[in-house]
């Protein structure tokens, strides 16, 4: 079963500064994974999906990447803001005989982002 | 586009009560529909599995006599909570995905309900 884990569970950096979340995935039969952020008890925001085919994706200061042969995914966020405080969260979904599954997800990453 | 909604956005009742959460999708047409739960501190556990016009696929775990969903159209799914007790609070998600049964498309978001049992 896939199994999806985030690395640091939390993160706490002053504004401006350039920072890297972690996402690894137990099996790489996946055909997407995306990211997304989600704001204290409010739903999900995708921010950014990438196909299994592809290596990276890109979205004004929001860089993803995905290694599926690793089992590895990141999340790089340029000259950060305190707008930019959430939870992240990485989900890997996987190829099924009737079609994709729902989303595996993390336990995600909790960023705060200093003034 | 893509817009999925819920409603409510949250829910208190009592337990022993039953409570539905709805989840649409407004511009689209939803085949598949797809259920998550959060607990505090915690990330989102699909619950269950929906395509329209057939049974829910329930995940390991969850009671699908006690989580009743229904898919009856292309644009709504309903989850009844039944016989609610206080360790069924949680913050519930809806996804819903358009395309034939057995595509790969984009899932799409609700912004979720929140119950709460006393």
């Known amino acids: 079963k896939q199994e999806v884990t985030q690395i640091p569970a939390a993160l706490s950096v002053p504004e401006g500064e350039n920072l890297v979340l972690n996402c690894s995935f137990t099996?790489?039969?996946?055909?997407?994974l995306q990211w997304f952020r989600q704001d204290p008890g409010k739903g999900l925001t995708s921010l950014l999906l990438?196909?299994?085919?592809?290596r990276e994706q890109t979205s004004g200061r929001l860089n993803a990447s995905l290694d599926k042969s690793s089992g590895r995914s990141t999340l790089y966020i340029a000259a950060s803001q305190p707008g930019d405080s959430a939870t992240y969260l990485c989900?890997?979904?996987?190829?099924?005989?009737?079609?994709?599954?729902?989303?595996?997800f993390g336990k995600g990453t909790h960023l705060i982002i200093q003034p | 586009g893509a817009v999925v909604s819920q409603h409510p956005s949250w829910v208190i009742c009592k337990s022993g009560t039953s409570v539905k959460i709805e989840c649409r999708s407004l511009?689209?047409?939803?085949?598949?529909m797809f259920w998550y739960r959060q607990f505090p501190k915690q990330s989102l556990m699909l619950m269950a599995t929906?395509?329209?016009?057939?049974?829910?696929?329930?995940e390991q775990g969850v009671e699908k006599d006690k989580f009743l969903i229904n898919h009856a159209s292309l644009t709504l799914s309903t989850l009844t909570v039944t016989s609610a007790h206080p360790e069924d609070s949680s913050f519930y998600i809806c996804?819903?995905?358009?395309?034939?049964?057995?595509?790969?498309?984009?899932?799409?978001f609700g912004p979720g309900t929140r119950l709460t049992v006393l």
């Open positions: 996804s819903a995905r358009e395309g034939e049964w057995g595509s790969y498309n984009e899932q799409f």
């Open positions: 099996d790489s039969a996946i055909y997407n």
């Open positions: 990438i196909q299994s085919s592809q």
């Open positions: 989900a890997a979904n996987m190829y099924s005989g009737g079609g994709a599954d729902g989303l595996t």
């Open positions: 511009d689209f047409q939803a085949t598949t």
């Open positions: 929906s395509n329209e016009g057939s049974k829910a696929t329930y």
